[in-house]
Nanobody
């Protein structure tokens, strides 16, 4: 129902920055929130950040709070994840998602294709 296309992943040195983008199309009127999740090798997919599509209220995982910022553009069709002060432990495949204002994977019904973020030490 909501199509999500990600871009912006890549390789960066520790302490550097990257910005991920996620363009949404389709039935965006049914979207209450958009979020970012990540999955590192050997680990389950984990919550990173979410933004309420109407109020712009945000919520972050403790592991990224103060370093990552989630935002949306003026047209409300793209969500961003600005990642600063990156650490090797941030290395993962990052997925954007559309759904409820919730940190639970199961509350998101639409997912992007995934973007590899690799942070070298």
């Amino acid at each position: 129902q909501v199509q999500l296309v990600e871009s912006g992943g890549g390789l960066v040195q520790a302490g550097g920055s990257l910005r991920l983008s996620c363009a949404a199309s389709g039935r965006t009127f049914s979207t209450y929130a958009m979020g970012w999740f990540r999955q590192a090798p050997g680990k389950e997919r984990e919550f990173v950040a979410i933004i309420n599509w109407i109020t712009s209220m945000t919520y972050y995982a403790d592991s990224v709070k103060g370093r990552f910022t989630i935002s949306r553009d003026n047209a409300e069709n793209t969500v961003y994840l600005q990642m600063n002060s990156l650490k090797p432990e941030d290395t993962a495949v990052y997925y954007c998602a559309a759904g409820r204002y919730s940190p639970r994977v199961s509350d998101f019904g639409s997912w992007g294709q995934g973007s590899q973020v690799t942070v070298s030490s």
